[in-house]
């Protein structure tokens, strides 16, 4: 959209017409925008996001501020979701199905994997929606557009953290002790962070145009969550077929939260590997196509 | 030194679907793509009309002037400074901006109701380009200037409008950027404010602040403009100073228009319940026109599609004159329509307002259709149409066989009643000196 250099070639002459001296002469650190027409490909400019970094904060602590705002129940809303799905998967696929789940207690396994949906599935959702509710915003002011599914993602860290209290909790109560495997949840949340991120910020900017998206995403969502392991361990497929489930980012994560929570085996690398390439392949691709579509939002949105 | 904005042939196309809608389909999409995969493209741009929001502009500022964009609805002065604040991107052309840029193209951009006052500082203030510390340091003086005091730590969804109005100006007064892009944010909040926030956009100025103005307030342009752009089309009609741009475009009747009229219903002014058709100034004879006798009355004719049933609405005029000053505002009365939901259809209200009552001029009139239970502003067209109202001193208007100057905003023919001394008439007199 737009090119910002910080230019060194201002010549820092005085003013003949202000013999009072004017403290604003352009030094050579003022910065210069050029604004022009773009072209079909566009820079991602990432060090225009950082300078932005402030706002990212303020979208993430409005988000967040405000979402529990006049509820009755407040932040325990970011405990109860999943909480309760998980009593009734325990219900329905533990009890009644008799899912096997790998060796540790049904109701952490599903936890543990809902964990991570939740977090997935909210910030796809919340991001996904976030530029089009944030309309009064694009076409009144300039920042960089992708700060707002970026903030929305980031804003359901904090649920995820309040959940994940409970996950520990209910680990003590099964008696199922965490090893130094717990180290890995940090990098997995960070790698569904940004997956989420590069699914949502790529369905927020075709929801600008498209408006069908609004009504796609949870029909996704509910597809996603059936082809990821949260009810079931991968392991209950036949060998064969296991890696068509792979193919789904989100498996690899999953899967190896649950080891990492549980360290009852080894680290699956290969589907990590797997999960981790295919994250970066959307982010990558995603960025391009939002920062492409970015320079039409205000006029269409 | 160079300037501080430099803007080179400056373009901005925007495209009208055949359908009127801005955004497509994800079907209408794949369904072109499908009958015709090589030439989708082409083909969808063919079908849409195109209009030139900004057409090759070209001009420059110098740091520390303040210039006001002035010209009628629709010459593209908020696409200027939508351009200018990078909000949307040029078609053509390039602008440089020398310095860090603070756009104001409304009061209170990104404030959350269910947020506090003190919240909303915060928030705003990022959203403008602050920095937390620098909102911390300036967080009295916004308070002190915005007058609610120890409402701060209320949620603003409470506040008046007038309040939330003051907070949100408040934030916006203490950006300090090298160059300043407002937008007609002062045509809201009580005139004492505004007469606030105009001074301390005038200190703004004075300080070596570089600032585009753009605004209807002829007087506000001219007050704190030492040089005016006058937009027409999309052109550069005009560029000096502002008193003689402001005088032209008052002179030239580019200010004013007697009637306005909506073809694209979904294009008017307007929401699902009614929209705008036209609004007209009509003498009492029947003719549209935009020079008004002033010993004449004048109809201002409003036409609207009401496009959902059961609504009490009331049409109303909002009449100013070329300083921007409100003369007064008029709702309907027509009995018929008190607190009578109205059925589907077009309809005509005019209000006619006597003659002999303005002053010599130009005025602006902008017109709504609100409800008034629950209080909903259903479309408020600001500058509808203007005219002009004429003098012809034929000796019968209120000014009598007095040429010259004469002021007040109206000027109405008073019925005078005198008593002094009895005047004899010249007969009774010419009988007493005969007896």
């Known amino acids: ?301 | 030194m160079p300037p501080i904005i430099k803007v080179e042939g400056l373009g901005k196309q925007y495209r009208i679907g055949s359908d009127g809608s801005a955004y497509s389909t994800l079907r209408e999409t794949l369904v072109n793509r499908f009958r015709s995969p090589f030439n989708g493209a082409q083909r969808r741009n063919s079908e849409d009309k195109k209009i030139w929001a900004v057409r090759d502009v070209n001009f420059e500022v110098n740091a520390g002037e303040v210039v006001g964009i002035i010209g009628r609805n629709g010459a593209g002065k908020s696409t200027l400074l939508k351009i200018l604040s990078r909000v949307t991107e040029p078609t053509t052309g390039r602008v440089e901006l020398h310095g860090r840029v603070g756009s104001l193209l409304e009061v209170g951009t990104g404030f959350h109701p269910e947020l506090s006052g003190r919240e909303n500082i915060y928030l705003n203030g990022a959203v403008l380009g602050m920095s937390r510390a620098e909102i911390t340091r300036k967080f009295d003086d916004i308070v002190a200037f915005s007058e609610v005091g120890k409402f701060i730590d209320t949620p603003v969804k409470r506040y008046s409008s007038g309040m939330y109005v003051r907070l949100a100006f408040a934030v916006a007064a203490y950006l300090e950027p090298e160059i300043l892009l407002v937008d007609e944010v002062l045509a809201v909040g009580d005139a004492g404010f505004q007469r606030k926030c105009l001074d301390r956009m005038k200190d703004v100025g004075r300080r070596g602040r570089t600032v585009l103005f753009v605004s209807h307030n002829m007087p506000a342009v001219t007050r704190l403009c030492d040089r005016t752009i006058l937009l027409d089309e999309g052109t550069i009609l005009q560029d000096d100073e502002s008193h003689k741009v402001v005088g032209s475009y008052l002179k030239s009747g580019l200010g004013t228009m007697a009637a306005r009229e909506w073809d694209d219903l979904s294009r008017a002014p307007g929401n699902e319940i009614v929209r705008l058709c036209a609004v007209r100034v009509r003498t009492d004879d029947g003719r549209v026109t935009d020079a008004l006798d002033i010993r004449f009355p004048v109809g201002i004719e409003i036409e609207f599609e009401v496009l959902k049933p059961g609504c009490v609405l009331l049409p109303n005029i909002h009449v100013s004159n070329e300083e921007g000053v409100l003369l007064f505002i008029a709702a309907e009365n027509d009995p018929a329509w008190q607190r009578t939901p109205r059925p589907v259809g077009r309809f005509i209200s005019s209000a006619w307002i006597p003659g002999n009552f303005f002053s010599e001029g130009t005025i602006i009139v902008g017109a709504a259709v609100s409800t008034m239970d629950p209080v909903t502003i259903h479309f408020f067209e600001r500058d509808a149409v203007a005219f002009q109202v004429i003098d012809k001193f034929e000796g019968d208007s209120a000014r009598g066989d007095y040429a010259g100057p004469y002021p007040g905003v109206v000027r109405p023919m008073l019925r005078w009643t005198s008593r002094g001394p009895e005047i004899k008439t010249a007969r009774a007199a010419n009988e007493e000196i005969t007896r």
């Open chain 1, 1 to 301: 959209m737009t090119s910002e250099t910080f230019s060194t070639s201002v010549p820092a002459e005085t003013n003949q017409n202000d013999p009072g001296g004017n403290e604003r002469l352009p030094s050579p650190d003022t910065p210069v925008v050029v604004i022009e027409g773009s072209k079909s490909w566009v820079p991602l400019r990432l060090g225009d996001l950082w300078s932005y970094r402030g706002l990212l904060y303020f979208l993430i602590w409005r988000d967040v501020k405000v979402r529990y705002k006049q509820t009755l129940l407040g932040a325990t809303w970011a405990i109860l979701q999943p909480l309760m799905t998980m009593l009734i998967f325990t219900l329905l696929f533990g009890k009644l199905a008799g899912i096997k789940s790998e060796g540790v207690p049904y109701p952490i396994f599903a936890y543990g994997g809902l964990l991570i949906w939740i977090f997935f599935a909210n910030s796809v959702t919340n991001s996904g929606n976030s530029l089009v509710s944030s309309a009064h915003l694009i076409t009144k002011i300039y920042f960089p557009r992708m700060l707002v599914p970026a903030g929305a993602v980031a804003a359901g860290l904090v649920d995820l953290a309040l959940a994940f209290t409970i996950q520990i909790g209910l680990m003590i109560y099964y008696g199922v002790h965490p090893s130094w495997a717990l180290m890995m949840v940090l990098p997995l949340v960070v790698l569904t962070t940004l997956l989420a991120l590069g699914v949502g910020m790529w369905l927020s900017a075709l929801n600008v145009k498209y408006r069908d998206i609004r009504y796609a995403i949870p029909f996704l969502i509910q597809l996603w969550m059936f082809s990821s392991p949260i009810i079931y361990p991968v392991s209950m497929l036949p060998v064969k077929w296991q890696w068509v489930l792979t193919l789904n980012p989100l498996t690899g994560i999953i899967e190896n939260f649950r080891i990492a929570l549980f360290g009852n085996q080894p680290f699956n690398w290969k589907s990590l590997g797997i999960s981790t390439a295919i994250t970066f392949v959307v982010l990558v691709y995603s960025s391009y196509s939002f920062r492409r579509m970015e320079r039409h939002f205000a006029d269409i949105v």
